[in-house]
């Protein structure tokens, strides 16, 4: 396949992608999508913080290029799931209690806490030191806990 071929290729698949999830959105209310956007988010984050706990436990074997590379990605999605608590979402299919809208600034900066964090460890973790990594981790973990135990459901 050559670079035009690719090109085109990428842009029918960037097109059909546009398309459906404009389809989705339209068949969903605000805060419908802001729950479906706020889940997404953590799983992402969730699928690269479990390796990095499997490794700091000693439950896998310590790998410091891809602890590093999941340090960076779950910093980056740190900013995500903020964008999806919005007024009215914290009904339905969703873990998110009320209470983060009626502490808004409390849940603010506790979320912020947590991208602060997020972004220590990645930026601990280019050290490849597992001995330096570990409080570090604990710090993040500590930071999504803050959160749970207020503003998640059990």
């Known amino acids: ?3 035009l071929q690719k090109t085109l290729a990428i842009a029918i698949a960037a097109t059909g992608f546009a398309v ?3 389809v989705m959105a339209d068949e969903k209310s605000p805060a419908e999508a802001a729950i479906d956007y706020r889940q997404g988010a ?3 984050i969730k699928h690269h913080f479990g390796p990095m706990g499997a490794m700091v436990k000693g ?3 310590f790998n ?3 602890f590093a590379k999941n340090a960076d990605a779950v910093a980056a999605l740190s900013k995500f799931p903020a964008n999806g608590f919005i007024a009215g979402s914290y009904e339905g299919e969703t873990e998110a209690k009320p209470e983060i809208e009626l502490n808004a600034d409390d849940f603010k900066k506790k979320m912020e806490t947590f991208q602060v964090e997020a972004a220590a460890l990645a930026e601990v973790a280019k050290g490849g030191d597992i001995a330096a990594i570990k409080p570090q981790f604990g710090k993040v973990g500590e930071s999504c806990k803050a ?3 207020e503003y ?3």
């Open 20 to 22: 459906v999830t404009n």
């Open 152 to 154: 998640k459901k059990d």
């Open 59 to 61: 439950e896998m074997e």
């Open 64 to 66: 410091a290029a891809e």
């Open 42 to 44: 953590f799983t992402m």
């Open 1 to 3: 396949m050559n670079l």
């Open 147 to 149: 959160c749970h135990k």
